[in-house]
């Protein structure tokens, strides 16, 4: 199978570290197609960044799954579009809140995000009452910018991290795909289990595509309605049946 992993900034090395994961627990016989749109936010942090990544995104998606992807992972710990690339997609949309908090909540009791900065925490919060973890999951900022993760982010990360374990977290959720190389080390360092988004986004993708599962289209998640776009998006209007 084929899952595209669009990382919905427009910073490379980030999605060259988004793969790296994918690649470490993917399937034999899965293929991770890195994308990085052309268009958009160096990084998101905050409804600002992720409103304009939101064009770029979409269009990587639809083009992934012309080009013959069996599943799209967005790796962003805002889960940014979800709902609209279900709407246009047939095949499952996997964001990467939603994977790592349904496998923490299947293996602890209580969970902890550990983000980047504060402006991420309402979003966080939001998507946690959405997916069910609210009452079970305390957020951090390591307050670390997500552009600043590559060059010293790990000692605040982990140290914002024991201090969750402390105040009772039995699982970590990194919450920002620039993290995923960190797991074995925080896995050593805290002695608890540490969830990366986009390995369980991948692995939940491979699942639902091997049971040959995809997109409702009867309801929220139908087709979007053909309309004129006009202005910049006058090419991304939804095409007549």
């Known amino acids: 199978m084929r899952i595209a992993l669009i990382n919905p900034n427009a910073t490379a090395s980030m999605t060259a570290t988004c793969v790296a994961a994918a690649e470490a627990v993917k399937a034999v016989g899965t293929e991770i197609i890195g994308l990085t749109p052309q268009d958009g936010p160096a990084s998101i942090e905050g409804p600002y960044d992720e409103a304009f990544a939101l064009p770029g995104l979409i269009r990587a ?28 997609l047939c095949v499952p949309v996997v964001g990467i809140v939603e994977a790592s908090m349904n496998a923490a909540a299947s293996i602890a009791d209580r969970m902890a995000v550990v983000t980047t900065t504060t402006r991420s925490l309402p979003r966080i919060r939001e998507l946690a009452h959405r997916y069910g973890v609210a009452e079970r999951c305390a957020i951090y900022a390591s307050k670390v910018p997500v552009l600043a993760l590559e060059s010293g982010g790990y000692a605040p990360v982990r140290k914002t991290a024991e201090q969750a374990v402390a105040e009772g977290a039995e699982a970590i959720i990194l919450g920002c795909a620039g993290m995923a190389d960190w797991v074995a080390a925080l896995h050593k360092d805290l002695a608890v289990p540490v969830i990366d988004g986009v390995a369980a986004a991948v692995k939940h993708a491979e699942g639902l595509v091997a049971q040959g599962l995809k997109t409702a289209k009867t309801g929220g998640y139908q087709f979007p309605a053909h309309k004129p776009f006009i202005g910049q998006f006058a090419d991304d209007a939804w095409p007549e049946d």
């Open 61 to 88: 998606a639809l083009k992934a799954e012309q080009d013959g992807a069996d599943a799209v992972v967005v790796a962003c710990f805002d889960d940014p579009g979800l709902e609209p690339l279900r709407a246009a």
